[in-house]
DNA sequence: GTCCATACTGACATTTATGTGAGTACCCGG
DNA sequence: CCGGGTACTCACATAAATGTCAGTATGGAC
């Protein structure tokens, strides 16, 4: 029960979707790419996600390695968070994908979402 | 509700991430890179998914435009899915982000997944 | 003492994604 | 008439992701 179960992935591909959870995770990723922000900088770099929701995402990065979380003892709180050396690499990975994303913009958001779910 | 809601994207990778659905178009996208494939070549390139969440994803990626669904009148039926050019784009663009799975792929199986979530 | 700001935590509700297993339609060969 | 092969469809069930909202802790300013 307390073996961590080693989860295998059929290819890279695989594997970079896993790390890249759910919807937030890149968006996160790319807001914190130009330096540490505290956790109120992210929340409002990352528009629409939930308090609650953001720190789950946070805190899972965390898991995976691709940040890193600094407390300063202060009143009010500070924490910031900033990419590791795994999270820079992963976010250069994305990098064309953004780009691609941007390139295409107008088609995709002309997509009919409401039919397609 | 009638109306097709015109989802907005915050930037290029929000769209991208939309587009990319949950953890199996990207590699049904990956699977398809070389060639048409008829249905069960595609369930057997795309381990551990279910046959209807197969379906499910490729109709959306069909209405999204990154596929087309070519059927062939006979008995038994034959259907064979391809990229399109847009499918094709994207693929490309997530080159990198599969690269870099494979590159870090033991690190990312290594990641205490149980106690990510 | 009261209030402020910040970064949370916890209970709960809802929405979305995924999975399971059965059944359908078709023509053909036996 | 039966079963084989393929690509589905349908009803249902569960799991995972996301959202809402209230509450907590702290020390200093007032």
């Not at 959870?21 to 330096?35: E, N, P, V």
């Not at 939930?50 to 009010?76: A, C, D, F, K, N």
């Not at 820079?88 to 691609?100: D, F, K, Q, V």
């Amino acid at each position: 029960m307390k073996e961590t179960k080693k989860r295998t992935f059929t290819c890279g591909l695989d594997a970079a979707i896993a790390i890249m959870g759910g919807k937030w995770k890149g968006l996160i990723l790319f807001a914190l790419q130009d330096g540490p922000l505290r956790f109120g900088e992210v929340r409002r770099a990352v528009p629409g996600i939930s308090e609650r929701v953001l720190i789950l995402q946070l805190r899972e990065m965390e898991t995976t390695g691709l940040l890193h979380r600094e407390v300063y003892h202060q009143v009010p709180p500070k924490v910031e968070y900033s990419l590791t050396e795994f999270g820079h690499s992963l976010n250069t990975a994305m990098g064309p994908l953004g780009e691609w994303g941007e390139e295409n913009i107008e088609r995709i958001e002309a997509v009919p979402w409401d039919k397609v779910g």
